[in-house]
């Protein structure tokens, strides 16, 4: 009697420690992936703002490409009217 009651109470004592570990590592998991979804995030929002740099970048590309042929234009000379056609 006394040995089933010590056998009882050795697998209680046992599946209490075992749950007692399962919550440490469902906590540990909790957080492992609350630090995954924040990485995630910051992920996203770096793409985002690469993305967004790299629309500006390309904006100030075309202006620039712009302004340069502005400026090309300004010095060339003025063109000469075309001379009437010689008759024949």
């Keep these: 009697m006394f040995k089933q009651i010590y056998s009882l ?3 209680l004592l046992a599946l209490v420690e075992d749950v007692q570990k399962l919550k440490e ?5 909790r957080e492992e992936v609350r630090r995954l979804a924040d990485a995630v995030q910051q992920l996203k929002f770096d793409a985002q ?3 967004s740099n790299a629309a500006h970048e390309r904006e100030n590309l075309l202006l620039r490409l712009e302004n340069t042929l ?3 234009e300004r010095r ?10 010689k008759e024949q």
Excluded: I, N, S
């Design 9 to 11: 109470t050795r697998r």
């Design 25 to 29: 590592e469902h906590k540990e998991l």
């Design 49 to 51: 703002q690469d993305r």
């Design 70 to 72: 502005l400026r090309f």
């Design 76 to 85: 060339l000379p003025p063109g000469q009217p075309d001379a009437a056609p």
